[in-house]
């Protein structure tokens, strides 16, 4: 059973940076392609951006274009997400979890991590 373990969220101020980690066991994780998702309060999860199997393809919404950057290390099963020039409504709980392509972007794990939460200050 897949386990995903989200961390290196918390607050900051406009501006400012972080960088997120999902630690993934329990699969050959270097056979997905992997996404970051958020979900702001009383908002339904998005998706934030996604990295092949490789590394070597990513696919980013318009909204983080230019400031996020996901990248992976499949030796250590764990994808990250660079977080620079944060903006107050960036604001959410970052989740990570398997996609079936950067195309479709289709979750495939039914089990998501417990998230971490990113606060960002005016």
């Given at each position: 059973q897949v386990q995903l373990v989200e961390s290196g969220g918390g607050l900051?101020?406009?501006?400012?940076?972080?960088?997120?980690?999902?630690?993934a066991s329990g699969r050959t994780f270097r056979s997905y392609a992997m996404g970051?998702?958020?979900?702001a309060p009383g908002k339904e999860r998005e998706f934030v951006a996604g990295i092949s199997r490789?590394?070597?393809g990513t696919y980013y919404e318009d909204s983080v274009k230019g400031r996020f950057t996901?990248?992976?290390?499949?030796?250590?099963?764990?994808?990250?997400?660079?977080?620079?020039s944060l903006k107050p409504e960036d604001t959410a709980v970052y989740y990570c979890?398997?996609?079936?392509?950067?195309?479709?972007?289709i979750v495939l794990f039914g089990s998501w991590g417990q998230g971490t939460q990113v606060t960002v200050s005016s």
């Amino acid at each position: 059973q897949v386990q995903l373990v989200e961390s290196g969220g918390g607050l900051v101020q406009a501006g400012g940076s972080l960088r997120l980690s999902c630690a993934a066991s329990g699969r050959t994780f270097r056979s997905y392609a992997m996404g970051w998702f958020r979900q702001a309060p009383g908002k339904e999860r998005e998706f934030v951006a996604g990295i092949s199997r490789t590394g070597a393809g990513t696919y980013y919404e318009d909204s983080v274009k230019g400031r996020f950057t996901i990248s992976r290390d499949n030796a250590k099963n764990t994808v990250y997400l660079q977080m620079n020039s944060l903006k107050p409504e960036d604001t959410a709980v970052y989740y990570c979890n398997a996609v079936n392509n950067l195309l479709q972007r289709i979750v495939l794990f039914g089990s998501w991590g417990q998230g971490t939460q990113v606060t960002v200050s005016s």
